[in-house]
């Protein structure tokens, strides 16, 4: 079955930085790859999606990339604000249901 | 616009009795809902999923039950809660299934003890 791995359970960076943060799985290429944000105590908000055929995808200060060969992708920051601080999951259709399956996430912490 | 509504925010109930989360869609209509579980220290987890009323579909065994009694409301049972079903249960919506993104509720803090 397909798995999702965030490799950083933790990343602190300093204010004005770009933060990058790496999602791997481990079977086959979805059709597409999502990002969200979750904040302490409240339910993770959507920011990003990607597909297969995208290998970049900017949305203001982030952007994400799909790399099918390496099975990765990568979400960064630019600007990094302290306001950025946050755990950031990210997400993938698996199974015959096509349901979203979730890493464990990456908390970024952004210092002023 | 579209709202999710999700409650209680918190309870704490002891083991051997019984739960009930509610979880009610606002704004659209024939949502696909979704039940996951965060325990700590752990990601996101499928609990169960529904694509019209009353069809329901398990992703895991375990000691829980949900049900959808109206187009825009779905219902997370337990009988008799045990220690492990402790978690941050989170509600969830698409439009459509595996193309689209989930827009979550807030969530529900249970501590069992």
């Known amino acids: 079955s397909q798995k999702i791995e965030q490799n950083s359970e933790a990343l602190n960076i300093q204010e004005g930085k770009t933060a990058t943060l790496t999602c791997n799985y481990t079977n086959y290429s979805p059709a597409y790859l999502q990002w969200y944000r979750q904040d302490p105590g409240r339910g993770p908000v959507f920011l990003l999606l990607i597909r297969e055929n995208e290998k970049e995808k900017r949305k203001e200060r982030l952007k994400v990339t799909f790399d099918t060969t390496l099975k990765q992708s990568l979400f960064h920051i630019t600007a990094s604000q302290p306001a950025d601080s946050a755990t950031y999951l990210c997400a993938l259709a698996s199974g015959s249901q096509g349901n979203l399956i979730f890493g464990k996430g990456t908390k970024l912490s952004v210092k002023p | 616009s579209q709202t999710i509504h999700q409650w209680p925010a918190t309870l704490v109930q002891p083991v051997g009795s019984p739960l009930s989360l509610e979880c009610t869609v606002e704004?659209?209509?024939?949502?696909?809902l979704y039940w996951y579980r965060q325990a700590a220290g752990r990601g996101l987890q499928l609990l169960f999923y529904s694509v019209g009323i009353g069809q329901i579909s398990s992703e895991v065994p375990q000691n829980l039950s949900a049900s959808r009694p109206q187009d825009r409301q779905f219902i997370l049972s337990s009988k008799k809660l045990l220690l492990s079903d402790s978690g941050f249960y989170l509600c969830a919506w698409s439009i459509t299934r595996n193309t689209g993104e989930l827009f979550f509720g807030e969530g529900s803090r249970l501590t069992v003890l």
């Open positions: 704004g659209t209509s024939n949502p696909n």
